[in-house]
């Protein structure tokens, strides 16, 4: 399939600027930007009539199929949440629920423009098969702890979904520090060294967490994975509210990823992480994450994005902090790079066709005086009319052409009873 | 004109529950709520497929025109933004702008689902005039301060948009303590007991407001204002961030309105109004507003319910405080009572038209566990399918029938030259 999509506004990423012309895709691949060119020989020339292509944005911490679970328990303390709400009903989850939530999920990232996702989550095989069938990129993440999993199974994890499609990979991981024993994360540190491959984790999400681990080691999580050897081979952590200086230097030497979600961090009342502090501390590679739909609810790179900026400004008690490109970023090149998208970080012949089309005859748009801030402070859901993965067209003006929405609809209210309490 | 919309949940915000059933107008009025009646005798009749309807959102705060600035000065320390990017534009304003920018402001405000402002601004006969031409309601809040208008001005004000036909109304308000001398100040507070009118103003935006208020008299906004006798008849105030328990006991005693901006509160790095708090200090009115796009940029109520509610969880550390429902009333039934619009808090027989239809047909609003935590933690402009306002259908499916918005678009673009320093 060859598609064709003219008088464009393109924004790369590859720079801060704005070209006029084309972007032309071949089967799953970007085969030109640039200039327009001849019409012809494309199987679809669509007509953008200025419209503008952003890369794809990349959910970078993610549980997709949590999606079962939005506005049914909002509004408790963090632990009742987790303990009496969250945990007996994900025991109740069948491989035909996570398909369908997952499923669910893609087609909300779909409308904000998100292309893929690094997803933490159970039920592999249905949540690949989700993705699959639908045709979006997917970023499997391992999620062991001491309730579930194994070294072993994460190895085969590993060397399973490394090759079933370009659509699916897979990195290595594990819940987090206060769920995962000692043994284990120690085995992951010798897995991680042997695969030469980066690793992982929630990470200071919460003080309690921090603190909680500071009792068990006398040290912080990031300094406790760093002594254990977890990040030979990069990586990065999921939240990283609660860092210290230290933290924030062996994430910069490392170079690791801090992956960022604002809003669930409010809605839980974890806090709000440092980002500007840990870019004083030198760390330079941030993404961000919606994190699952139980802690959100909404699955909306527009609204995290507005977050990220807005909070620093916040925290640092400075209108100019945080500015609007470097939140961009964060979102879109920042994010392909932190789960292992090498060719899915820039518009650029050769890359991936993963992007998004933005509506700017939309009165939030308006005027055009610098679309980047218009994205990052003014936009919206509502400004995505079209997103493309991998080449194919997965959302159009409201349309999800490779799924059955009445069924995903049905089947998301009909099986809402298998969790009742 | 009689408009029937069958097929439909309501939620009319006379309480929590929803109804099932159909909405009919008749001219600017709701004739009818409840279940399903017979067909005919209606203009227009609108299946909703099971979608929702509710009061219209209540923008508490704005200033509308200035989305002619939006994106053209952000990321800078405040006092840069306001005196070397603002204020030498916006003296470069004209009739013409000030139509163009309202219009554009209101087709936003419209995308999001919010049926009238709370506008304070200047150049009223033009706002008045794009307000009306499109069918918009708006009301008015006096501005004035020591660079602009008299107490006899606002007087002739309130008296002449106080009787301009039936979408416009007008409140005594003044800029702020920080821009308005004591003399003007006690002008203002006789004119409120003259005409026996509530009255007000941005308070306590920012610490150094409330700083500057203290040394110039000893005591905060709030409670000079309470001083010199302006809350006698009620009011209000706008951004109520840095409110000490003293301020926050005179709100409650008087019944006042604070009117919360937090997404500007976030941009321009002016703090977390302490919601929940005052709520513990016994105040009970609350409303939402986005401000103006200068400073925000979005104006959407679901980005600022979102805020309002993640904001307060974090800022009390308890993911339990400031519950959905509590947010969702404060942007509907809180804005119309806090703006003096009475009868369009909500949707009954002999209220005002202002309404909104969600498309639950969306991903972020499945599975249907609970409506009201759906909007408030998950919803987005593009669920946003009708806006109605005094019984008139002012967007449709992404369509604006009583405005040129092509004409708007280019006019906002090619006016933005007038702007240029």
Redo the contacts between chains.
Sequence with gaps: MKLRFYNAKILTMENESIIEGELCTDGGKIAYVGAERASGGYDREIDLGGDLIIPGFKNAHTHSAM??L???A?????ND?LYKEVFPREAKLTEEAVYTYAQ??N??YL?SGITSSFDMYMKLPAYVKACTDMGYRSVLCGSINDFGGTVEGIEEEFNTYNDCGELISYQLGFHAEYTTKRETLEGLAALSQKLKAPLYAHNSETKAEVEGCKERYGITPTQLFDKLGMFEYGGGGFHCVWFDELDMEIFAEKGLWAVTNP?S????????APICEMRRHGMKNFAIGTDG?AS?????MF?EM?LV???Q??R??????C??FEVFEMATKGGALAMGLTDCDVLKEGKRADFAVIDL????M?????IA??LV??????NVSMTVVNGRILYENGEFPTVD?EK??AD??ML?SLFEL
């Excluded at 909002?74 to 963090?78: I, N, R, T």
């Excluded at 961090?265 to 709000?272: E, H, P, V």
């Excluded at 959100?296 to 909306?300: A, F, G, K, P």
């Design positions: 999606t079962f939005r506005s049914l909002d509004d408790l303390p963090l949440w669910l999920a087609m909300e409308t809003a961090n409010l809605k839980l009342a974890s806090g709000i739909a959100n609810n909404c699955l909306d609204r507005f900026a807005g909070l400004k916040v640092e008690e400075d209108a100019a902090a500015p609007a005859k939309q009165p939030n308006q005027p055009l005086h610098n801030k218009n402070y003014s936009g919206s859901k509502q929405t995903i609809y998301a209210n809402t």
